[in-house]
Nanobody, 120 residues
Framework: QVQLVESGGGLVQAGGSLRLSCTAS????????MGWYRQAPGKQREFFAR???????YYVDSVKGRFTISRDNAKNTVYLQMNSLKPEDTAVYYC??????????????WGQGTQVTVSS
């Protein structure tokens, strides 16, 4: 049974930092590229960061230089260090493969995610 559990979100002031975690079970974690996605209120979910099994990273321009994705294959966990947060980073954050490929027992790609709220 596949399970992806995101955590670490919260309320932070603009310019602050948060570290998100996503722990996976039921998948061969080390073999898969993992990514972070987010969905802001009223907007579509968007991909913004990826890390391969070997540690190569990619970021979209809006987060490049502020966010860092990393992984610990021994812990089946992918992390997202977010610095210099902006109000426009406010969203629910999710992880999955890239492209999304892991479904839970209900057939959904997306779990509850973790809420990040950045106040101005």
């Amino acid at each position: 049974q596949v399970q992806l559990v995101e955590s670490g979100g919260g309320l932070v002031q603009a310019g602050g930092s948060l570290r998100l975690s996503c722990t996976a079970s039921g998948i061969i974690f080390r073999s898969n590229a993992m990514g972070w996605y987010r969905q802001a209120p009223g907007k579509q979910r968007e991909f913004f960061a990826r890390i391969t099994g070997g540690g190569l990273t990619y970021y979209v321009d809006s987060v490049k230089g502020r966010f860092t994705i990393s992984r610990d294959n021994a812990k089946n966990t992918v992390y997202l260090q977010m610095n210099s947060l902006k109000p426009e980073d406010t969203a629910v954050y999710y992880c999955n493969g890239v492209p999304p490929r892991f479904r839970d027992s209900d057939g959904d790609y997306w779990g509850q995610g973790t809420q990040v709220t950045v106040s101005s």
